[in-house]
């Protein structure tokens, strides 16, 4: 398919996060139509001019989808919360390429059973991973570092001075309820109020942390084989609001373990996207639409499927990657 005839439906495309993404791929891409949707189309025409080649369309998800309204879909991507899979069911039905970024771990099982069930002609993207998987394709380059790994712990930073759109909302106070965890190898649901744990942060202080039941968990667990894993969501000072600058959203990663030289310790990583929290979620979700649409040389030609951020983003060293995006690791902090 010629780059010219790639056509991008984003959900949520005015909002914080869609408003990011949209900006990335048309700076990848100016052939690319990109069709931006939501309740209040008149809030994306200041956007839309700004981008060329896009046009706003209206999409209530608690109404209903129809798709016969578009010519054609070459990838659809949510970044709005989709308590019905209307998406997601729509994008296997026909054929259409699907990133989903709002889901927790214990909501992905209705996809997962009807792909078992239906012929999927398209790659479907499960990206409800913290940042849309970019702390975990961190973490898959740190393990490479390790011949065993005991455990990860993980955690994303909420500076309440970064502006958030809706999507990044929910998931800020989606902590209050069960969190997937795993401890000492076994997988528990646990209350996230109580099983709180202490994160030091860069400038030394120590904030509470919540466990969330991200995609992250499980991925981390398949890439690793850890026995104790787990993502918490904490609030404060970020490094950008540290350094006097504007907030950044930052990412913290310990990995504990056994070295490829044998030795036994514990690696600490930061990483920190100077633009906030939207903008890494975005730069996740790009990767991602980068290699299934071939977008700067970037694909592997995927095929029907159930697949996952780490899975369809094969960089080679995806911490420089993410330095063309002004998002910086810190790595051995002590």
Request: neutral net charge; hydrophobic residues 40%.
């Amino acid at each position: 398919m010629k780059s010219q005839e790639k056509r991008i439906l984003i959900i949520g495309g005015y909002g914080q996060v869609g408003s990011n993404i949209a900006r990335l791929i048309r700076k990848s891409d100016s052939k690319i139509k990109l069709i931006l949707a939501g309740r209040n189309p008149q809030n994306g025409k200041l956007l839309a001019t700004e981008l060329g080649n896009t046009e706003t369309v209206q999409i209530n998800l608690e109404k209903g989808f129809n798709l016969d309204q578009f010519h054609k879909i070459d990838l659809i991507i949510s970044a709005l919360g989709d308590e019905s899979n209307i998406l997601r069911e729509i994008s296997i039905a026909k054929g259409i390429a699907c990133i989903t970024v709002s889901e927790l771990a214990d909501q992905i099982s209705p996809t997962a059973f009807l792909v078992l069930h239906k012929k999927i002609t398209a790659p479907i993207v499960f990206a409800g991973h913290w940042q849309a998987g970019l702390l975990t394709l961190v973490v898959k380059q740190l393990a490479e570092k390790f011949s065993h790994i005991k455990t990860v712990e993980t955690a994303g930073l909420y500076d309440e001075k970064d502006p958030v759109g809706p999507l990044v909302t929910n998931e800020v106070t989606g902590f209050v309820g069960r969190a997937l965890m795993r401890k000492d190898g076994k997988w528990l649901h646990v209350e996230s109020k109580a099983n709180t744990r202490m994160i030091k942060l860069y400038d030394d202080s120590s904030v509470l942390g919540h466990p969330m039941g991200t995609l992250d968990v499980p991925s981390i667990a398949a890439l690793t084989g850890a026995e104790n894993i787990r993502f918490d969501f904490i609030v404060g000072n970020s490094i950008g609001t540290n350094k006097g600058l504007e907030a950044s959203h930052d990412l913290y990663i310990e990995i504990e373990g056994t070295l490829l030289s044998g030795e036994k310790t514990k690696l600490r990583t930061i990483v920190s996207g100077s633009k906030g929290n939207s903008h890494l979620t975005a730069v996740g979700v790009y990767l991602i639409a980068e290699s299934i649409l071939d977008l700067n040389g970037k694909s592997t030609q995927y095929r029907g499927g159930l697949y996952l951020p780490e899975t369809v983003v094969s960089e080679g060293n995806i911490i420089k990657r993410l330095s063309e995006f002004e998002i910086h690791t810190i790595e051995d902090v002590s």
